[in-house]
T-cell receptor
Framework: DAGVIQSPRHEVTEMGQEVTLRCKPI?????LFWYRQTMMRGLELLIYFNNNVPIDDSGMPEDRFSAKMPNASFSTLKIQPSEPRDSAVYFC?????????????FGEGSRLTVL | KQEVTQIPAALSVPEGENLVLNCSFTDSAIYNLQWFRQDPGKGLTSLLL?????REQTSGRLNASLDKSSGRSTLYIAASQPGDSATYLCAVRPPSGGGADGLTFGKGTHLIIQP
C-alpha cells in the first residue's frame, strides 16, 4: 500500500486566498483524521471522520475551516479565507477500527505558508 | 481533558548509549498508546503501539512499556546510533466509541545522538 497520500506538499499563498488540502487514506481504513502541527502548540486534532461521516470537529479553529469526505478514498480540508496564523503543517492520518489495533498512519503533511 | 507530557524536551547523548524517553498522561482510561518518530520536515512514522491491556512492546532496539494505572510510558532505545536522531512523540487514544477517537499528543522529545 502506498500509505496516506497528501497534496500539495507545500503551499504558499497570500492572506485572503482559499486553500484546499487533499488526502487519500490507506485503502480499507475507516477512520480519517486531520491534524495541524505548529512549533508553539504541537500536534492538534482538527477533525476526524468515521466511515466518511464527521464525528468530532471541535478542534476546527474557526468557521474559516471546513472539511469534507465525499467517499472512503478522499478528503479535503479547506481554509477560506486564509490568514497568516494558519501557517502550519497539516497532517492527514488514517486507521482501521476493524483491525483491532487502532494504529494510526500519517501522511507526509502539507506545509502551508500564508503571507 | 487528556494531557500528555514528555520529558525531557530535548536530549543529546553520545553514540552507543542506552537511553529512556518518558511520557505521562493524566487520564488512565486509554485505548492504546503509540510512539512515533518524526524527522525534520517529514511526517510521523509509527514505532510501537501498546494496547491498554499490554505492558510492553519491542521492535529491534526499541522497547516501549506502559503502566496505565500510573499514567506512564517509557521508550527505551538500546545502543543508540546517529540515525536515531529525530523527534519522538507519544500519543494516547481514548476508549473507542463516544466520538472521542482522536489521539492526544505530547510535545515530543528532540533527540540528538552524537557520533
Amino acid at each position: 500500500d502506498a500509505g496516506v497520500i497528501q497534496s500539495p506538499r507545500h503551499e504558499v499563498t497570500e492572506m485572503g486566498q482559499e486553500v484546499t488540502l487533499r488526502c487519500k487514506p490507506i485503502s480499507g481504513h475507516d477512520y480519517l483524521f486531520w491534524y495541524r502541527q505548529t512549533m508553539m502548540r504541537g500536534l492538534e486534532l482538527l477533525i476526524y471522520f468515521n466511515n466518511n461521516v464527521p464525528i468530532d470537529d471541535s478542534g476546527m479553529p474557526e468557521d474559516r475551516f471546513s472539511a469534507k469526505m465525499p467517499n472512503a478514498s478522499f478528503s479535503t480540508l479547506k481554509i477560506q479565507p486564509s490568514e497568516p496564523r494558519d501557517s502550519a503543517v497539516y497532517f492527514c492520518a488514517s486507521s482501521s477500527a476493524g483491525m483491532g489495533t487502532g494504529e494510526l498512519f500519517f501522511g507526509e503533511g502539507s506545509r502551508l505558508t500564508v503571507l | 481533558k487528556q494531557e500528555v507530557t514528555q520529558i525531557p524536551a530535548a536530549l543529546s547523548v553520545p553514540e552507543g548509549e542506552n537511553l529512556v524517553l518518558n511520557c505521562s498522561f493524566t487520564d488512565s482510561a486509554i485505548y492504546n498508546l503509540q510512539w512515533f518518530r518524526q524527522d525534520p520536515g517529514k511526517g510521523l512514522t509509527s514505532l510501537l503501539l501498546i494496547q491498554s491491556s499490554q505492558r510492553e512492546q519491542t521492535s529491534g532496539r526499541l522497547n516501549a512499556s506502559l503502566d496505565k494505572s500510573s499514567g506512564r510510558s517509557t521508550l527505551y532505545i538500546a545502543a543508540s546510533q546517529p540515525g536515531d536522531s529525530a523527534t519522538y512523540l507519544c500519543a494516547v487514544r481514548p476508549p473507542s466509541g463516544g466520538g472521542a477517537d482522536g489521539l492526544t499528543f505530547g510535545k515530543g522529545t528532540h533527540l540528538i545522538i552524537q557520533p
